[in-house]
Structure formats: C-alpha cells, structure tokens
C-alpha cells in the first residue's frame, strides 16, 4: 500500500512552465529482429514506466558479453492486438497497465512473462504470490494547457471537488478565474496513474470520480486533441514528463503536446533549476515508488530463472547498481541504495 509522507513547510507559488517540444524517438518492445528466447527475462504492464524499462533493458543487455545469460526485455501497453513475448511462449493481448500486466503475470507462467511492470505500490487486494521489487522514483501531478483556464496550482480539494463534480466551473475555484466549465479526464481504470490520483485526492483512499469525468484518456499523452481544450486537466507522471519535455523521449503522439505539469498544495513537480522531480513534491503523498512485480516463488527460487531475476531486480543486482543513468534519461529519479531491490507484498 503507497504510504503517506509528510509535507514540509515553504510554498513554491507559480508552476513551472516548460518546453512544449520534445526530440528524439522511445524505444518500443524488443528491437526489430530481436526475438526473446525462452530463457530472457520478459516484462509487460505499466505504460508509465514503459519508456523507463526499454532503457534499462537496452543498457542492461549492451552490458552482457557472455551470450549465455538472460537479456532483459520489455513489451509496451499500446497498441491493442496480440503479441507473442518470447520464443515458445503463448500468444497474448498485450496487457495494458499494471492491472493487465498482473493479470498476465498470475495467469501464464515465465514461458510467457516474468515480470509486470507498476507504477504503484503493494496493495491489499493484489495477489499474496506476488512480489514488489522497488527501484525508483516519481511523483503524480496534474496538467494543463498552457494556454487555458486553468490555474498555477491547485489544492489537494479543489482537485477532489473537480473529480467528483461539486465543483464544476474555474470561477468557483478562484472569482478571477473565467466562467468556463472544467473538463476533468482520467486515464483508463487499468493505470496506475488514475489508481495513484484517485487515491491521492481522496487523502488515501479510492475516490469515486463524478459523471462529469470523462475516462479512458491515453496515460500521459498530452497529443490528445480532446486536451487542447483550454478547460481540461488531467493526471499525469511528472518523470515521464519530464522525459518527453527535456531527455528527448517519446515522439509521434507521445508527446506532452500543449500541457504543462502544475502545483498541488503549493508544491511545484518539477525543480525549474535541475528540470528534475521537485524534491518538495516527493515529499508529499503525491511521491510513487515504482517497481517490477514478479512471482515469489520466482524470486526465492534457488534456480537458474531465480538467479536471472535477482542478478537484475534485486538490493545487488544490475538495475540497482548501474542502473541510475538510464532512470535519470528517462525522467525518474533512482532509490537510494538502502532503497532500491526492496521486496513487498501486500
């Protein structure tokens, strides 16, 4: 379960406004002509720490020379149709988000799949045969048109009467604000994003949105048309943010598009010095500790595949170890050391 941190004291007051351009092109599944074999560790599920997990597998395999150990490969959420993720395994509907990718973790075995990728914590519902390895950082925020109706900043209530429709207008928010009404979106109930942000808003637990949110909007893809309008708002990963807008990630339709990452509680997401995650905001109950999900009995496996998931996953293993670089180039911020391999459950 994602654990509540204090706030410190000290406001930042204006948002941060940023690049509306993003270069370069993702990575996206396996390289052409790159096949998993049945020994490669594979991994499906969380859109927002997609990009993240093709670079750390990228990194991880140009690191290994002996041809005999596992590589690491990871299949993105989008699009929609049937994938087979290694040689031999079992053709599947690419699982969308961490809610898909658990589902496939716990209903194949390693022949298919040997990790889910998540965004979110360990919670009480998840399966008990199901481990959380922790590896990094980032924070939840909500976004805007820069050019729009809407606010700097708002307040952890101002945002929960938006997602449940007591509020309806930006002039009942602040009198100087016009009187247009809001357009509240939400990612699909799959993502760990709208999982974090209702809970978030809520202060910890799921908040039931309002009929006046429409859901089902592409995670952290400000290219939507529907996001143009000058009243919308929605949930977005300050790191993948900060991926598309200044480490040259994305591209096509994953883009930030029009929308700019804004303050809750005062509290701005990203550093406008550093253009990292604001050191403010990760200690909020906005901060989410991103992780891999693997089966437990995997992962305390005195096997070969055993081996394979701590050499990568664990205190000790590569992601760990040398792995910053790779979290940072995609937007996140690396655990510390005493942090990072951690195993929970639920």
């Not at 048109?145 to 708002?154: D, F, K, Q, V």
């Not at 994305?250 to 701005?268: F, H, M, N």
């Amino acid at each position: 379960m994602r654990k509540s941190m204090t706030k410190p004291g000290g406001v930042i007051a204006a948002a941060v406004m940023v690049a509306m351009t993003a270069g370069g092109t993702a990575l996206a599944d396996p390289v052409a002509g790159a096949t998993p074999r049945a020994v490669d560790v594979v991994g499906v599920g969380d859109e927002t720490t997609q990009i993240l997990m093709n670079q750390v597998a990228a990194s991880y395999n140009a690191s290994l020379t002996d041809p005999a150990v596992p590589r690491l490969y990871s299949w993105d959420s989008r699009p929609s149709g049937t994938i087979t993720t290694k040689s031999g395994g079992t053709p599947i509907a690419r699982p969308f988000g961490v809610y898909g990718g658990m589902t496939t973790l716990n209903g194949y075995t390693s022949a298919t799949v040997d990790f889910a990728r998540s965004s979110r914590g360990a919670q009480q519902d998840d399966p008990p045969a199901d481990g959380f390895v922790a590896y990094a950082k980032d924070v939840v925020t909500w976004a805007a048109p820069a050019n729009g109706h809407a606010p700097a900043n708002l307040s952890t209530q101002n945002l929960r009467d938006i997602y449940t429709c007591v509020v309806t207008t930006w002039n009942q928010i602040d009198p100087s604000l016009p009187n247009s009404t809001i357009k509240p979106y939400l990612p699909p109930i799959q993502s760990a994003l709208t999982a974090n942000f209702r809970s978030d808003i809520n202060y910890g637990s799921p908040l039931g949105p309002g009929a006046c949110v429409t859901w089902s909007m592409a995670p952290n893809q400000g290219s939507d048309p529907a996001l143009s309008d000058p009243d919308a708002l929605v949930p977005y990963s300050t790191g993948y943010f900060i991926g598309q807008a200044y480490q040259g990630q994305g591209g096509g339709s994953d883009v930030q598009g029009p929308l700019t990452p804004r303050s809750i509680d005062g509290i701005a997401p990203i550093d406008p010095q550093t253009k990292t995650i604001s050191a403010d905001a990760l200690m909020t109950p906005y901060a989410a500790v991103l992780s891999n999900v693997v089966r437990d009995a995997e992962w305390t496996a005195t096997d070969a595949h055993g081996v394979a998931l701590r050499d990568i996953f664990s205190r000790n293993g590569w992601i760990c170890r040398n792995g910053a670089d790779a979290i940072k180039r995609s937007g996140f911020l690396p655990l510390p050391s005493i942090a990072c391999g951690r195993y929970n459950h639920s």
